[in-house]
């Protein structure tokens, strides 16, 4: 488990996953409306437009309903980022001290 405890630990699993399900159900839907003829659909180029209307109209409604998954999601992300630059920054330091020791050293002994 990460810091942010059991809740945001899998924020972008949970995000994604919400996402898809979405997009599924609103798949589901411009299935049923093409199978039953409300929407008129024929053949290969029917299905295709089938899926691009189940992706259009699941980003607003992704958009809109999981704003606060997210926000955990980019939290989450920010955090892991923040935490990297913090031992990136560490490390060049520690690597520069032990470069300038290094050249101390050198320019000692000529």
């Known amino acids: 488990m990460s810091s942010n ?3 945001k630990s899998h924020a972008t699993l949970r995000y994604t ?3 898809v399900s979405i997009f599924l ?4 839907v411009a299935l049923l409306l093409g199978h039953f003829q ?8 029917g299905m295709i437009f ?3 209307l189940a992706a259009v109209a699941s980003a ?7 704003s606060k998954q997210r926000d955990e999601m980019s939290a989450q992300i920010s955090g ?3 935490g990297m630059r913090t031992r990136n920054a560490e490390r060049d330091a520690m690597e520069d001290a032990a470069d300038d ?8 002994q000529n």
């Open 5 to 7: 405890g059991p809740a």
């Open 17 to 19: 996953s919400m996402r």
């Open 25 to 28: 159900g609103c798949l589901l």
């Open 38 to 45: 409300v929407i008129p659909v024929s053949g290969q180029t």
């Open 50 to 52: 089938l899926f691009l």
């Open 60 to 66: 607003p409604l992704s958009y809109a309903l999981l």
């Open 80 to 82: 892991k980022v923040a």
């Open 101 to 108: 020791a290094a050249r101390a050293a050198s320019a000692g």
